[in-house]
């Protein structure tokens, strides 16, 4: 049955509520301009954003922030006031408080805990996986930024009454070292019923079955970056096997908007030949 032209029409508004928070998640935003940008009421725009979305908009731009500020405390050795700006507290204080609530440790220990990560060895998964249908929305640029289009996926999918079967799951097709981040091609997808149809601006692919090897990340998806590595630079090498012509992707087993950081669970999975 077609899902009414309304609940079609509030997933589309939702949908660029999504992007411009993804935009500037640092920019102070007010309740009035987010309702303006969905055409709707600022006394209504803030539970439909959260009957579609599952958070209020204001959780939504504090996880973007902090999952920023993760990312950019593994990746730079800058000082913590800066980061602590760009994520929208005033002081160093108030963001330590922030990031310890949310990531399980202050700033400067969670950027010490990468060290830790660099060591940490994973136990390889070779399992024969059944072919995936996959409805999503492609990304290019930053793979940290491909929540973007999982949430818009999220408020689009939900306006087309999609029925997910399965996890989310993130299609990765360049190699970050090697490809210019601006360039990168990605895939944020649900999986569902075999033969189900694109819809709208939802593409449809499907994810051949076959052999893989998969390791499962529990932590931050600002850490995935390491565990990518061990898995193509330590395992793969020494393994004995060879990948498939077929892009890796990582299975989503929980959610970020109710999930700790530290409590996520992450299936890194590389197709291999036969």
């Known amino acids: 049955m077609p899902r009414p032209a309304t609940a079609r029409s509030y997933a589309a508004r939702i949908e660029r509520v999504v992007a411009a928070l993804h935009a500037e998640p640092d ?24 009957s579609i979305c599952g958070e209020t908009a204001e959780e939504t731009r504090r996880r973007l922030l902090l999952h920023s500020a993760a990312g950019e405390l593994i990746r730079s050795s800058r000082d913590i006031a800066p980061i602590a ?13 922030a990031f310890s609530a949310a990531y399980g440790r202050p700033p400067a220990a969670y950027r010490l805990r990468q060290e830790e990560i660099m060591t940490t060895t994973y ?3 070779i399992a024969a996986d059944a072919p995936r249908r996959l409805l999503g929305l492609p990304h290019r640029g930053s793979y940290m930024r491909i929540g973007e289009a999982f949430e818009r996926l999220g408020a689009l999918a939900h306006g087309a009454g999609v029925v997910p079967q399965g996890p ?6 360049d190699d970050p070292a090697s490809v210019p981040e601006a360039q990168l091609r990605s895939f944020a997808a649900i999986e569902v019923a075999p033969g189900t149809a694109a819809v709208g601006a939802i593409e449809a692919r499907d994810l051949p079955g076959g052999p893989t090897a998969s390791i499962l990340h529990k932590g931050p998806y600002a850490e995935l970056p390491q565990a990518w590595d061990w898995l193509y630079g330590r395992w793969l090498p020494q393994s004995g096997r060879e990948p498939a012509d077929a892009p890796s992707y990582e299975v989503y087993l929980n959610d970020p908007r109710d999930t700790p950081p530290t ?7 590389v197709p291999l030949k036969a």
């Not at 920019?27 to 954003?49: E, M, N, Q």
């Open 27 to 50: 920019r102070d935003w007010r309740l009035d301009d987010l309702a303006a940008i969905a055409c709707f009421s600022p006394y209504h725009f803030h539970r439909i954003y959260r």
């Open 85 to 97: 700006r760009r994520a929208g507290y005033r002081s160093a204080a108030a963001f330590t408080r």
């Open 123 to 125: 136990e390889v998964s």
């Open 168 to 173: 989310m799951i993130g299609l990765y097709y």
């Open 263 to 269: 409590e996520l669970l992450t299936r890194i999975v």
